[in-house]
Every structure is written in structure tokens, then in C-alpha cells.
């Protein structure tokens, strides 16, 4: 008579666990894609820190212009004044004498 004999095999809490880790760890795993999407994140970052350095680096150029052309301007009118103030002391009205 042939007997017939069952056998069951179960990993363990140890063999799930490993199973577990060599998931997780693969480059398909929960950590290489959380790799990944932070990888990406981070020149995504990068680029826009060089934009943000760019447009800050332009508008800081053109406050510069502004004063300055507010400075010529200034000093234009201050010119402007100085003759006028000239020139009120000459008339004949209201000269010092």
C-alpha cells in the first residue's frame, strides 16, 4: 500500500520579514521609488533656485538703474534750483542790496 504524506511549508516571521526588507530595498521597492521621486524633487529644486537667482539678480540690476536715474534727476533739479535761486537774487525787484 502507498502512503501519502502531506508536508506544509511557512517562512516564519524571520522569512516574511526578510521577504519584506528585499521588497522594500529593490530599485522597484517603496525606498528606490521614494529615491527616485526625492532625486527628482531635488533638481527640480535646483532649477528653481537658478531661476529664483536669475530673477533676483534682475531686479536688483534694475533698482540700481532706477536710483541712479533718480540720482541724475535729483541732481538736475538741484542744478535747476541753484540757478533759479541765481537768478531771483538778480532781478531788479528783488535784489539785495
Known amino acids: 500500500p502507498a502512503v501519502s504524506y502531506t508536508m506544509s511549508f511557512t517562512r516564519g516571521v524571520t522569512g516574511d520579514l526578510s521577504n519584506l526588507i528585499s ?3 529593490g530599485s522597484e521597492g517603496a525606498i528606490g521609488k521614494k529615491e527616485e521621486l526625492i532625486g ?3 533638481a527640480e529644486l535646483v532649477a528653481d533656485q ?3 537667482d536669475m530673477a533676483s539678480t534682475a531686479y536688483q540690476q ?3 538703474r532706477q536710483f541712479i536715474a533718480m540720482e541724475k534727476i535729483i541732481s538736475s533739479l538741484n542744478q535747476t534750483k541753484d540757478q533759479l535761486t541765481g537768478l531771483i537774487d538778480r532781478l531788479p525787484l528783488t535784489a539785495q542790496k
Open 23 to 25: 521588497t522594500m530595498l
Open 40 to 42: 527628482k524633487q531635488q
Open 50 to 52: 537658478k531661476d529664483l
Open 62 to 64: 534694475r533698482l540700481s
